[in-house]
């Protein structure tokens, strides 16, 4: 089944492509430092240039994440968030904004709760759909399904490790963008983008891909303006959970205004 037509983060990209720019994609965890002010966090991104939203779900044994946003989950775990509770963010925030909202998760959270009761309920909530950092498409039948069955886009990822089939099957897997991971290694800001990262896209374009969005390492405005001349989206995390720890919403709203701005093409003027 195609249901690409309604994917809600390949119209979201889309928009952004029409008014000549690359799309930002903003991470924040869910429950951090509370769930009241994970979604003011949220509604805060749309309103100040974020087209995607990831809400990332809090957990013990984290592979991906670097210090910051482990010292971020922890601290919503300690203080009491349930992954249910992410519905309930997904929904509030949706309801506020017109951005496309996300839930980047590892697995074992979504089977505890059901794989299917996860796709319904993210449906209900007004979800785009689920990123999965440690599941390959290999291992996804059940989500396959499931996401099918609810219209939901499934967003797996890529690295500069992928083998020519390994893209063509996370490629003809995804839905809605294929996430490249721009380094080998956990989130975190630094000084300088991958090189690896421009040909990562270009061999996943190649492999079929409609939307390729980078991640991993973004926190500048400069950084972003880089990645947006060949990548169709931008995701920045560390640098907003960092914001948002130091300055709370505010300073989490003009850093998202700040980056914003580099997601035109050098020498363009926004509208």
Same mark, same amino acid.
């Given at each position: 089944m195609d249901l690409r037509a309604?994917?809600?983060?390949?119209?979201?990209?889309?928009?952004?492509?029409?008014?000549?720019?690359?799309?930002?994609?903003?991470?924040?965890?869910?429950?951090?430092?509370d769930v009241q002010s994970t979604i003011d966090a949220g509604i805060a991104l749309a309103r100040n240039g974020a087209d995607l939203i990831e809400?990332?779900?809090?957990?013990?044994?984290?592979?991906?994440?670097?210090?910051?946003?482990?010292?971020?989950?922890?601290?919503a775990i300690a203080n009491g968030f349930r992954v249910s509770s992410v519905f309930d963010i997904?929904?509030?925030?949706?309801?506020?904004?017109?951005?496309? @909202?996300? @839930?980047?998760t590892y697995w074992n959270p979504v089977l505890r709760l059901g794989v299917d009761e996860f796709a319904r309920r993210l449906a209900e909530a007004g979800g785009a759909g689920l990123i999965t950092p440690d599941l390959i498409p290999d291992e996804a039948a059940e989500w396959l399904a499931a996401s099918d069955k609810y219209g939901l886009d499934r967003v797996f990822l890529v690295a500069p490790s992928s083998t020519p089939e390994r893209l063509a099957r996370t490629v003809a897997a995804s839905r809605g963008f294929v996430y490249a991971v721009?380094?080998?290694g956990v989130t975190g800001t630094r000084t300088a983008v991958s090189s690896s990262?421009?040909?990562?896209?270009?061999?996943?374009?190649?492999a079929g891909a409609d939307r390729v969005c980078v991640g991993l390492g973004v926190s500048t405005a400069d950084q972003v303006r880089e990645i947006a001349a060949y990548a169709d989206g931008v995701i920045v995390g560390t640098a907003l @959970?960092?914001?948002?720890?130091?300055?709370?919403?505010p300073a989490l709203a003009d850093l998202t205004k700040e980056l914003s701005s580099g997601l035109r093409p050098a020498g363009t003027e926004a509208d």
């Open positions: 309604g994917s809600k983060s390949a119209a979201a990209i889309d928009r952004a492509r029409a008014q000549g720019r690359a799309a930002l994609i903003c991470y924040i965890p869910a429950g951090y430092p809400i990332g779900i809090p957990y013990s044994d984290p592979v991906m994440d670097g210090a910051v946003i482990q010292a971020a989950t922890t601290e997904v929904a509030a925030i949706t309801a506020a904004t017109d951005a496309a @909202v996300l @839930v980047m721009s380094i080998m990262a421009e040909k990562l896209v270009a061999n996943t374009l190649a @959970v960092a914001a948002l720890r130091d300055g709370g919403v």
